[in-house]
């Protein structure tokens, strides 16, 4: 089966109109910025992201969209800081912009979320972030002060976290060293485009991590979905785990290779809607709580090998599809005849040798930094009740109350290796 062919029709019946992607359609952001009004206010990295900025300036001046302010807002910092939110929100408060053209990666796309519903309602509810962490805070109190958000329209450079496509925000508490996320439908941008020609200029590193995204996103709410989005939730995971599997090697060895970039593009877009019909759950939670030492996407790649041994005794079916995926690109041997814990840590051990092979690291020893405090703040982490949804997404939900007897050892077992460590629930 073309999984390329496959990932287009698949994406294309779930956004339609508003969302372009493909190779070389940067130039459609002008056109589209002009359909909201004559001001765009243009948040972008200046440095290493500033030709495609420039491009983006250019495609606006030609369609009649000036810049709001005059200059390019820059855009936030790794992992969206919450100051980066606030500054943001100054800009859109101070420029008062028709539309926001946001050109990144999930940080920064993240952040004009959150700076978006802050500018619009920091002044009728609250200008504290903490206030809107959590699911449909925003909608909630769009609907009571009669109030809408100024169109988004995100340029996606990075094949990363579909940030570009879905309700997620994810802000960093920088000073205590965790992440908190916004679920709200309102948050989803007008309109998304992804040139994928464009993450050939990105960094493996960023690429790695990406493809590691795509297959936790997809993995992750496969895991845990319920009958009526059970066939969907398989269909995005076999056709993205497909891809990452057959291309991430390739790309790893050749970054310049166009067709690799638009498969793993395509892989992370299919990650951005399967968590539009379902929830991610353990892997996430915890990557919220490494957030200064590793990247999103690798720590939710280092973590879903041990959750999936945690979690055997109810994703037996799902299972048996992702091992026959590795399996089938050399990855792992044949699950057909394996079941229970065996499959599980088959399983397991298969996504840990590809995470291998693209040189990622597979236990949170091999990162730098790593000590005793992480599991901890994990742990408290999981008890908080602003990421209690990660708990309930869980194939097999965990209470607060089942945190340090199931998901220590889990945390044991992923700092050393050691798949034996882990209780499976």
């Not at 390329?4 to 339609?16: H, S, V």
């Not at 440095?47 to 300036?57: F, L, Q, S």
Request: a negative charge; hydrophobic letters at 40%.
């Amino acid at each position: 089966m073309d999984q390329m062919k496959r990932a287009y029709e698949l994406l294309n019946a779930w956004k339609g109109d508003s969302y372009i992607h493909g190779l070389g359609v940067l130039d459609q952001v002008g056109k589209l910025a002009a359909s909201f009004g004559k001001r765009a206010l243009v948040v972008s990295n200046t440095t290493y992201m500033k030709p495609i900025a420039d491009r983006v300036v250019a495609y606006l001046s030609q369609a009649g969209v000036e810049l709001a302010g005059g200059v390019v807002a820059p855009d936030a910092k790794p992992n969206a800081p919450r100051e980066d939110v606030y500054r943001l929100e100054s800009y859109i408060l101070h420029t008062k912009p028709d539309c926001i053209v946001v050109i990144g990666g999930g940080s920064s796309i993240d952040a004009v979320k959150a700076a978006n519903a802050l500018a619009t309602l920091g002044g009728k509810v609250t200008a504290e972030i903490d206030y809107y962490f959590g699911t449909n805070v925003v909608s909630d109190a769009l609907k009571k002060t009669d109030s809408s958000l100024i169109p988004v329209i995100a340029v996606q450079t990075s094949a990363s976290s579909g940030a570009h496509l879905t309700k997620y925000s994810n802000i960093t508490d920088p000073v205590v060293g965790q992440k908190k996320l916004i679920v709200d439908n309102a948050l989803v941008p007008t309109v998304g485009l992804f040139d994928y020609e464009t993450t050939v200029s990105m960094p493996i590193s960023v690429t790695i991590d990406g493809a590691l995204d795509a297959i936790a996103h997809t993995f992750e709410v496969f895991c845990g979905a319920k009958s009526e989005t059970y066939e969907k939730a398989q269909e995005l995971a076999e056709c993205a785990i497909s891809l990452v599997a057959e291309y991430a090697k390739v790309l790893v060895d050749d970054p310049k290779n166009v067709k690799a970039r638009e498969a793993i593009g395509l892989a992370t877009d299919l990650g951005g809607y399967a968590i539009m019909i379902g929830g991610t759950s353990g892997a996430h939670l915890t990557s919220f709580s490494l957030v200064d030492i590793v990247s999103h996407g690798t720590a939710c790649g280092i973590m879903n090998p041990y959750y999936a041994v945690l979690y055997e005794k109810a994703i037996q079916k799902q299972l048996k599809v992702i091992g026959a995926i590795f399996s089938q690109y050399g990855f792992g041997p044949s699950v057909d005849k394996l079941e229970g814990r065996a499959l599980a840590e088959a399983v397991a051990q298969s996504m840990i040798t590809f995470s291998k092979s693209i040189n990622a690291p597979s236990k949170l020893s091999d990162l730098k930094g790593f000590t005793e405090a992480h599991i901890q703040r994990a742990l408290a982490a999981a008890k908080d009740p602003q990421l209690e949804m990660k708990l309930k997404n869980m194939p097999v939900p965990m209470t607060k109350d089942d945190v340090d007897t199931y998901m220590e050892k889990l945390l044991r077992a992923a700092s050393t290796g050691d798949l034996s460590l882990i209780k499976e629930m």
